[in-house]
């Protein structure tokens, strides 16, 4: 398979300047899995066994940023309970290796400055029974960067960007920007007609959802052609993954103003995908509203439009079955604001977020050391000494990162159906070259 020279050139600037820890901030930011961000208005249990040193607090307390609303978490608790993978690991490599699922956590810190750094990671292995391990950046008058310190501090970052890959590409992108979506595509086929207003409106929108999403059962996540589990650590065990990740899952998930101001980082520096977020739902909200208001005069027909209540109660009881309360789905809209609102937040996720979740994969993806897919040797002891030897060797072999290089260029381009309502030929603001959209 031959690359685009774009998008080979991609991950190759990441590589330039991964290790630093702006960058890694940055990335969390805006890159594949932003949406996982919240502050921190007091420490969980999690972070007892860990102090983080005040140095990299720029010399303030744990309890003064938090006071100050500048530390934020990132969590993997999607991961919790998924064993370790590498099934068809010597079917690839020739050699059976194990896969590590490592629950990992991080806390940053905005600076001064307004840039997002880590200050402390977490990882536990609890699948073999190991005690939490916390990591911290190296003091910074101590610029050996092959110092081990310093190289164990990339290893802990290493083992936090693998299990957050790992919950960007089940819980994110997959269950989330794919099973979800398809939910309400079901729903708008089965009960309105092609002539509703409605249907005209979401059309485009949900044209492609179901034979992509059966192509991906067919081939990707099939129990016996699972193409994700031959380079992914969780992969083997995606069905846990899913099950976790919509544990939490509600209908306000996808109400991204309001979820945005539950996470707290409304007014993190540097955000623009929050803030291109932001602005597509405003400009689409304010699109179907006219539509809404041409399709109903008065909100009375809203509630009086049968074909539209059985779309919102097929998702509840056959799309939501079984989730507590339909998952916060409404049963009933009766107004026409609400409905603007619930069409928002079905055409947000099936357009724009599924674009931030899936559409840089390949760039900071494929430089393993800045996102290995998955870790074939246990995760450091505290305070072990770490050489560049066992962070080399920890790294996915080449046949597995191939194969992740594969998919996530095959899945990172644009289907031929595919439009763009709101084209214009800039870069996009959260990558470092982005495509020309037309």
């Keep these: ?55 990299a607090l720029e010399g303030k307390s744990v309890q003064d940023a938090i006071r100050e609303g500048h530390l934020f978490e990132i969590t993997s608790d999607d991961l919790t309970g998924v064993p370790h993978g590498g099934k068809f690991s010597k079917d690839l490599t020739g050699t ?16 001064n400055d307004g840039k997002l750094v880590p200050v402390q990671i977490r990882l536990e292995n ?3 029974g190991e005690p939490a391990t916390f990591w911290a950046p190296p003091h910074p008058l101590l610029t050996d960067l092959d110092h081990h310190k310093h190289l164990a501090w990339l290893y802990a970052k290493m083992w936090f960007r ?35 207003p409605i249907f005209r409106l979401l059309q485009p929108h949900i044209q492609g959802i179901i034979p992509i999403n059966v192509q991906a059962r067919m081939f990707l996540i099939n129990p016996g052609k699972n193409i994700l589990s031959t380079y992914t650590a969780a992969g083997d065990h995606l069905a846990k993954v899913l099950a976790n ?4 899952f509600s209908y306000q998930d996808l109400i991204l103003p309001e979820e945005i101001n539950r996470r707290g980082v409304d007014e993190i520096p540097d955000y623009v995908l929050r803030d291109d977020i932001l602005s597509y739902w405003d400009i689409l909200n304010r699109y179907i509203r006219s539509m809404v208001d041409l399709a109903y005069p008065t909100d009375e027909d809203v509630a009086k439009d049968s074909e539209m209540q059985n ?24 107004g026409k604001e609400k409905l603007a609102e619930y069409l928002t937040a079905i055409i947000v996720n099936i357009s724009v977020f599924h674009s931030a979740v899936n559409f840089q994969t390949f760039t900071y993806y494929n430089f393993a050391p800045n996102s290995p897919i998955c870790m074939s040797k246990p995760p450091p002891k505290q305070d072990e000494e770490i050489t560049m030897d066992r962070i080399l060797k920890s790294l996915p072999d080449k046949e597995i990162l191939f194969i992740c290089m594969a998919v996530c260029y095959v899945l990172g381009r644009y289907s031929p159906i595919e439009r763009f309502y709101l084209g214009s030929t800039r870069r996009t603001s959260w990558g470092y070259s982005g495509r020309t959209w037309q």
Aim: charged share 20%; with cysteine; aromatic share 12%.
């Design 1 to 55: 398979m031959g690359w685009a020279k774009e998008a080979a050139l991609e991950p190759m600037k990441i590589a330039k300047i991964f290790r630093s820890d702006e960058e890694f901030g940055r990335q969390m930011l805006c890159g594949p899995n932003a949406f996982q961000i919240r502050k921190v208005n007091s420490l969980e249990a999690r972070w007892s066994g860990g102090a983080i040193p005040a140095y």
């Design 96 to 111: 059976k290796q194990i896969w590590y699922v490592v629950l990992a956590d991080c806390l940053l810190y905005q600076r």
């Design 126 to 128: 609890r699948n073999d």
């Design 162 to 196: 693998c299990a957050d890959a790992n919950v960007q590409i089940f819980s994110k992108h997959l269950a989330r920007a794919h099973a979800t979506n398809e939910v309400f595509a079901m729903a708008v086929y089965r009960n309105l007609p092609n002539a509703h």
């Design 245 to 248: 990740h919509y544990k939490s």
């Design 311 to 334: 779309v919102l109660t097929d998702v509840v009881e056959v799309g939501f079955r079984g989730f507590p309360n339909g998952a916060g789905f409404p049963r009933v809209i009766s």
